[in-house]
């Protein structure tokens, strides 16, 4: 059926790296752009992370601008978000989400989120 | 502080209608139509509701509905029942230099 699958959460000290899975299925994970959307214990939704149907533009929010990539790999229907320099503030429940996009002149996110994963918990304490 | 203005909390009783509002700036819900609206119960993942200001999805009830004036947004839930008891959260697509995506603190809404 169609479904994210995040995985390779876990408990890790700060500063260092962990690398997130998003794995998709039952639908043509090529065609769709992709976001990380992150959600600390009691708290709200913070976006993450985007990147294009193709890999071609990654945007990222400033409190993870220069430790945070995120990548995808459209023949493993796998999205990815590799995290470096870890903080205790990182410690949240990683979502990653679906975009279906638009076409205007090129593709371009729609920036509402039509699919969503379970989430992995990432906790950053020593 | 989010960077879009929710209610911390909202309540009705069944039968009623409700509604949450969402309040930016011009660089994000006055000024796109980028604004969305995310079901969450507790311990499962966000759930999309409305889409571009006031489109619902497939399989999502008519009982939801939104709409936007200016520089807030607002979503509204007639005829509550309870299972429409959860986390509300909304969203829109900024201009922002420093993020594409904003979301509210969201909206604890519960059924009397």
């Known amino acids: 059926q169609v479904q994210l699958v995040e995985s390779g959460g876990g408990v890790v000290q700060p500063g260092r790296s962990l690398r997130l899975s998003c794995a998709a299925s039952g639908f043509t994970f090529s065609s769709y752009g992709m976001h990380w959307v992150r959600q600390a214990p009691g708290k709200g939704l913070e976006w993450v992370a985007v990147i294009w149907y193709d890999g071609s533009n990654k945007y990222y929010a400033d409190s993870v601008k220069g430790r945070f990539t995120i990548s995808r790999d459209n023949s493993k229907n796998t999205l990815y978000l590799q995290m470096n320099s870890l903080r205790a503030e990182d410690t949240a429940v990683y979502y990653c989400?679906?975009?279906?996009?638009?076409?205007?002149?090129?593709?371009?996110?729609?920036?509402?989120?039509?699919?969503w994963g379970r989430g992995t918990l990432v906790t950053v304490s020593s | 502080q989010s960077a879009l203005t929710q209610p911390a909390s909202v309540s009705g009783s069944p039968g009623q209608s409700i509604t949450i509002s969402c309040t930016g700036t011009?660089?994000?819900?006055?000024?796109?139509?980028?604004v969305s609206w995310y079901q969450q119960h507790p311990g499962k993942a966000p759930k999309l509701m409305i889409y571009d200001v006031s489109n619902r999805p497939s399989g999502v009830s008519n009982r939801f509905s939104g709409s936007k004036s200016g520089n807030t947004a607002s979503l509204t839930i007639s005829g509550l029942q309870a299972e429409d008891e959860a986390d509300y959260y909304c969203s829109s697509y900024t201009s922002s230099s420093t993020l594409e995506v904003v979301f509210g603190g969201g909206t604890k809404l519960t059924v009397l």
């Open positions: 011009s660089s994000d819900v006055g000024g796109y139509n980028y």
């Open positions: 989400a679906r975009d279906v996009g638009r076409i205007s002149s090129g593709w371009y996110p729609n920036w509402y989120f039509d699919l």
